[in-house]
């Protein structure tokens, strides 16, 4: 491997390989001449600071860089590997591979697309930008997608999912219907646990090697400020690690994902989830080969295996179309006008909402929280208290073991806080915390109560749902799908309204 200092040498080309896309196989090693040619990756000081990053997000990312590094050296790659706290890292992406093209004088810089647009943007500044390869990991790519956006000038992920299922044939009839005679069993997927909770499976260990455990080492020493906590790590870094959660996930959790894919219980960050989100984003694993292999199980039924496959070949695929097709701008939408700034609890979980308090704490200590967490209990919270989209992104950026910016912000702004005013969903995703108290049992832990709006014991989440509702009336008020919702409003009267607001306006003002 090569290191700094190294004579100046002339090589074929040099393969940049970003965190993020860490696959032996990916579009970057076409013709790769294991003779000539070199890999770069680095580990840049400003990747981990221009936000402030959980400790287990950097450690996740820096101990799969490092053993991905391992991987292709095996498969006779020739690697320069810069580490973090080497004395000649500049720690910025734009002097690193410039000081790479000056060392190794390569006839071309070759990169896979970005995820992240920020990135993208670097590169192509560079005074001698790479060659784009595209990004093959995904099952529809950016062209794809946009003919589809052209077909569907307001693209719903419905439409979406269905032509990606006849386009991969994934869970079809020979006849080109969608088996079981149905393309969603969402009424089945949104059960509870009520007063039965069936024991939970224990979760893979992945037990840190020496690469995993300098890593951490290295993490708690240079970055003892960040948020998170940094014990009993125990993410996939590995493709043969994320094959074994992939496995685990198949055999002990999949035939309940999709019944209990929306419940939440207190103390149990995971449930029934995958977590596999991580080695996705970073390309460890291929979204094919986890659905076909999901397919492959014969104890999960229908209901759990189509909802699965909706979250990786319609969602994952659909938000990323989105990403692309609207960026730049579409970072900056702020349709409801929300200004508000993070919430300080955000960061610590100290406050006396049961639900918020227990979705932070699953945050700080594993980097992780599952999706009806993130939009509605931690999502939810900030668009009703109305925080500026973008801030609520950054915290997730931050705070997440597997945020991407291609994947969080359509997530974040788009879903949870209806940002872009109508994209990702159609609806904002507005809910009281009678919604909590039905899909937990946070609520019978709390000191306020979901079912009132008003008074001492009146649960914030409540009150600031029909103070939402209230307040963006004429956006919503005619959106078909929130007919009831206005008719419930509608039963209020005006005393009991003004109350709302007064009250709203309280928590408001205390929170931020
Ligand atoms: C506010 C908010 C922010 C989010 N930020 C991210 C993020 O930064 N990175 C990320 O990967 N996911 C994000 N998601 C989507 C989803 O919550 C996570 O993918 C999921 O919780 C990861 O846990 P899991 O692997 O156990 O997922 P499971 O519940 O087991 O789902 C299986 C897989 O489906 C995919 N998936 C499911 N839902 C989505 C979705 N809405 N968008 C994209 N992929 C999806 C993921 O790859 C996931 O691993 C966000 C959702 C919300 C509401
Ligand atoms: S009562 Fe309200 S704040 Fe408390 S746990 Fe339930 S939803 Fe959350």
């Not at 993020?20 to 981990?48: H, I, K, Y």
């Not at 719903?156 to 869970?171: D, N, Q, S, V």
């Not at 055999?251 to 991580?278: C, I």
């Amino acid at each position: 491997m090569a290191r700094s200092g190294e004579p100046e040498q002339e090589v074929g080309n040099l393969v940049l390989v970003l965190g993020d896309q860490l696959d032996l196989d990916s579009a970057a090693f076409d013709g790769f001449d294991p003779s000539r040619d070199v890999v770069l990756q680095m580990e840049v000081m400003e990747e981990t600071c221009y936000i402030p990053q959980h400790k287990k997000r950097i450690a996740y990312f820096l101990a799969s860089m490092r053993h991905f590094k391992d991987e292709l050296a095996a498969r006779g790659r020739r690697v320069h590997y810069v580490e973090i706290d080497a004395p000649e890292n500049t720690g910025r992406f734009e002097t690193e591979i410039a000081r790479a093209q000056q060392m190794f004088r390569p006839a071309r810089t070759i990169v896979v697309e970005p995820g992240d647009w920020r990135v993208a943007e670097k590169l192509r500044r560079l005074v001698q930008p790479p060659e784009f390869r595209s990004d093959r990991h995904f099952l529809c790519s950016r062209d794809e997608f946009a003919t589809f956006a052209e077909r569907h000038p307001r693209p719903i992920l419905e439409t979406f999912y269905r032509a990606m299922r006849r386009k991969t044939g994934l869970l079809m009839d020979r006849e080109g219907h969608p088996i079981g005679g149905a393309w969603n069993f969402d009424a089945e997927n949104r059960k509870s646990f009520g007063k039965y909770s069936p024991p939970l499976p224990a979760r893979p260990t992945h037990a840190p090697d020496t690469i995993t455990a300098g890593v951490l080492r290295l993490v708690a020493r240079r970055f003892a400020d960040s948020p998170g906590k940094l014990d009993d790590f125990n993410l996939p870094v590995t493709r043969g690690q994320a094959l074994t959660q992939l496995d685990d996930f198949v055999a002990n959790r999949l035939p309940l994902f999709g019944t209990y894919q929306d419940a939440m219980r207190s103390g149990e960050p995971f449930l029934y989830h995958s977590v596999l989100s991580g080695p996705l984003n970073l390309h460890q694993l291929r979204p094919l080969e986890v659905v076909q292999s999901a397919l492959r199980s014969r104890s999960a039924p229908l209901n759990a295996l189509e909802g699965f496959l909706r979250q990786i070949i319609g969602w994952r695929e659909f938000v990323r179309g989105i990403y692309w097709q609207r960026m730049p701008n579409y970072a900056e939408e702020n349709a409801l006008g929300a200004e508000l700034p993070m919430p300080s609890f955000y960061w610590t979980g100290e406050t006396e909402m049961r639900c918020l308090a227990e979705a932070i704490g699953h945050t700080i200590d594993h980097a992780y929280a599952h999706h009806i967490e993130r939009l509605m209990v931690l999502g939810l919270f900030a668009m009703l208290l109305g925080v500026r989209p973008y801030d609520v992104h950054r915290w997730h950026m931050s705070m997440f073991w597997d945020a991407i910016d291609w994947v969080s912000l359509p997530n974040t702004l788009g879903m949870s806080q209806h940002g872009d005013g109508g994209i990702v969903g159609t609806k904002p995703y507005a809910a009281s915390g009678n919604y909590i108290n039905r899909m937990s049992d946070h609520c019978r832990y709390c000191r306020f109560d979901p079912k009132q709006a008003t008074g001492e014991n009146a649960c914030p989440f409540t009150t600031l749902y029909w103070n939402f509702l209230d307040k963006h009336r004429k956006r919503f008020a005619g959106n078909g799908r929130m007919k009831n919702q206005y008719a419930n409003l509608d039963r209020k009267d005006g005393s009991e309204l003004g109350a709302i607001r007064r009250q709203a306006a309280k928590i408001m003002a205390a929170a931020t």
